[in-house]
């Protein structure tokens, strides 16, 4: 199966315990996301992908504790931290329609309402009480909440993101 057929779905935070089990955050808002998954990839430091076989994940919080096939301790995960997870898309479940994988945001241009392009979204924040978003914007660094009245619109098909910016927001 080709890589475009693998969607970012999160990233290894730490070890959990020390049977081999992972703290996982999850870059889809419902956890179940990666609990439901038989299978994962995880991309190495040189960027190849590798799968495993999810032994158990469940829901920790905001987190997912991950064990995968042949871990089963402490060590044996270590090298793991930081790690990217991804899955096929054909495996995961269907979002709702104000929802996206990261890996379907990443690269969409982003504009104001009235149409001013600002630039591309490079990354995305984690921050616990919502996203950000990070637009590369004017040879800097655009940092956008992720809420509901300042995202418009996302349509994916089309590589676009609407925005509301905050007053202020563009100011230096």
């Known amino acids: 199966m080709s890589s475009s057929n693998k969607v970012l779905i999160g990233k290894i935070q730490a ?3 020390i049977k081999g089990q992972l703290r996982v955050i999850p870059f889809a808002g419902d956890a179940s996301s990666i609990s439901e998954l038989k299978s994962v990839f995880l991309k190495s430091p040189a960027g190849a992908m590798e799968e495993f076989s999810v032994a158990s994940a469940k829901s920790h919080g905001q987190r997912v504790i991950l064990t995968l096939k042949p871990f089963d301790n402490i060590n044996q995960v270590l090298q793991l931290v930081g790690r990217e997870i991804y899955a096929d898309r054909g ?30 979204l490079v990354d995305i ?25 300042v995202v418009v619109a996302v349509d994916v098909a089309s590589g676009r993101m609407t925005v509301s910016l905050p007053e202020g927001l563009l100011e230096l």
């Open 15 to 17: 070890p959990h315990g």
């Open 91 to 120: 495996a995961l479940p269907e979002l709702p329609s104000d929802e996206f994988y990261w890996s379907d945001l990443l690269g969409l241009t982003v504009a104001t309402e009235e149409g001013e392009e600002l630039g591309q």
């Open 125 to 149: 924040i984690e921050t616990g009480s919502n996203d950000v978003y990070v637009v590369k914007y004017q040879g800097r660094e655009l940092l956008i909440p992720a809420l509901d009245d």
